[in-house]
């Protein structure tokens, strides 16, 4: 007699950006932070920046999930009453960057004409440069700068750091024109809360 397991099909995992458009409020980044930490969902990014339009902040967030977790986190993060919008992208649907910065010996740097020419090819450039150390300035993609880690670490590299994402919509008219079509509706003219949220794959097309 044969037996046939039970194969369960788990939606794939990927990197989504979910941008944040927020009032800056005292508090508000813990609050999000903590619905991330009920649903133990790992921040892999997180950027916070003024937006487009003054006094409205604006919140880049990249995690390894499923769309449908992700759907759910940003429903979520809107119903916080500092949060005017919310919307997720996967990495094709965006343009990013991050920017990383490192620190090598000069000396190093001066013997070993070649090790210029890599930080070169790599787009580095110097942005310190002193007597023991000099200090290079790059941005890209994460495997880009990470590459250029293990390029360094044989010529004694001292110190890397990298920035958190920060990323640009493609297909985006922009939260401002979004902003001035809610200002002109009537008072008392009936809006749908989770008006994105709510229409599929529409969800997050600004």
């Known amino acids: 007699m044969s037996t046939q397991k ?3 099909i788990y939606p794939a995992k990927q990197e989504f950006n979910i ?4 009032e800056n409020q005292i508090g508000l980044l813990n609050r999000i932070a903590i619905i991330f930490t009920r649903r133990k969902i790992n921040i892999d990014s997180l950027n916070t920046s003024p937006s487009e339009i003054e006094s409205i902040h604006r919140f880049n967030i990249v995690v390894n999930e499923t769309e449908d977790v992700v759907r759910k986190l940003s429903r979520q993060i ?3 009453v500092e949060v005017l919008k919310v919307y997720f992208n996967t990495n094709e649907d965006v343009i990013w960057q991050e920017l990383a910065l490192y620190k090598v010996p000069t000396d190093i740097i001066a013997e070993k004409a070649s090790v210029e020419r890599l930080l070169r090819e ?3 450039r110097a942005v310190v440069i002193r007597k023991d150390y000099t200090v290079f300035e790059t941005t890209g993609h994460r495997e880009e700068t990470d590459a ?3 390029i360094l670490q044989p010529f004694g590299l001292i110190e890397f750091v990298r920035s958190a994402r920060v990323a640009i919509i493609k297909d985006s008219d922009g939260f401002n024109r979004k902003l001035r079509e809610f200002e002109r509706l009537e008072p008392g003219e009936e809006v749908s809360e989770n008006e994105y949220l709510n229409n599929g794959q529409k969800i997050f097309t600004m």
């Open 19 to 22: 941008t944040v458009y927020t």
């Open 78 to 80: 809107e119903k916080q």
């Open 148 to 150: 250029l880690i293990k």
């Open 6 to 8: 039970n194969t369960e």
């Open 122 to 124: 790599n787009g580095a």
